[in-house]
């Protein structure tokens, strides 16, 4: 199985404050990367596909980057309404696979 | 406006049964792949199992952790997406989502939009 490794697992940051979380596969994906906010209590929002292109309605705050095995989601100026657990998923190969998670607080 | 919305959790003993059932509209159904993902109380999202469409024969995938134990079925002319499963067992408990699948060239498939999510818990 491809092991998808997040980091940070968590972080404190500021209204306005650009943010950026890391992904990071165990083999290649050919960009075969998803990025998924959740918050509590509520199903996950699909945010990017394909490791940079943006879901229909997403705004453009947020913006994904990398190949390989390498990848990055960055928000680019955090609003109150951001503040939530961020998941990356490769989709390369069976079974699918999700990072641990990254939950972005208010500082 | 696509709508997944699910059904059929609930409590149900180790070893028990139960069907989820994940009803779809706003979309053609059938054109499209369909997948099941899970999450445990304070865990990550853990994906399940798929259903591919009728072009590609029906045909489904499964995680380890649920093969020989979870079926993953549809039936496009209610528009719903079905998860079946038996021998329950209590790491089995969990929040259960339907997600549907797009597919674009150069993209693969990925998922687009999300079920509200059902409880399934598994205790004696």
């Known amino acids: 199985d491809i092991q998808m490794t997040q980091s940070p697992s968590s972080l404190s940051a500021s209204v306005g404050d650009r943010v950026t979380i890391t992904c990071r596969a165990s083999?290649?994906?050919?960009?075969?990367l998803a990025w998924f906010q959740q918050k509590p209590g509520k199903a996950p929002k699909s945010l990017i596909y394909a490791a940079s292109s943006l879901q229909s309605g997403v705004p453009s705050k947020f913006s994904g980057s990398g190949s390989g095995t390498d990848f990055t989601l960055t928000i680019s100026s955090l609003q109150p309404e951001d503040f939530a657990t961020y998941y990356c998923?490769?989709?390369?190969?069976?079974?699918?696979?999700f990072g641990g998670g990254t939950n972005v607080e208010i500082k | 406006e696509v709508q997944l919305v699910q059904s059929g959790g609930g409590l149900v003993q180790p070893g028990g049964s139960l069907r989820l059932s994940c009803a779809a509209s706003?979309?053609?159904?059938?054109?499209?792949?369909m997948d099941w993902v899970r999450q445990a109380p304070g865990k990550g999202l853990e994906w399940v199992g798929r259903?591919?469409?009728?072009?590609?024969?029906?045909?489904?995938e499964y995680a380890a952790s649920v093969k020989g134990r979870f079926t993953v079925s549809r039936d496009d002319s209610k528009n719903s997406l079905y998860l079946q499963m038996n021998s329950l067992k209590t790491e089995d408990t969990a929040v259960y989502y339907c997600?549907?699948?797009?597919?674009?060239?150069?993209?693969?498939?990925?998922?687009?939009?999300w079920g509200q999510g059902t409880l399934v818990t598994v205790s004696s």
């Open positions: 997600a549907r699948l797009k597919w674009l060239q150069n993209s693969g498939f990925f998922f687009d939009y």
């Open positions: 998923q490769q989709y390369n190969n069976f079974p699918l696979t």
């Open positions: 083999q290649g994906i050919n960009n075969y």
């Open positions: 706003g979309f053609t159904f059938s054109d499209h792949y």
């Open positions: 259903s591919r469409n009728k072009g590609n024969s029906y045909t489904t």
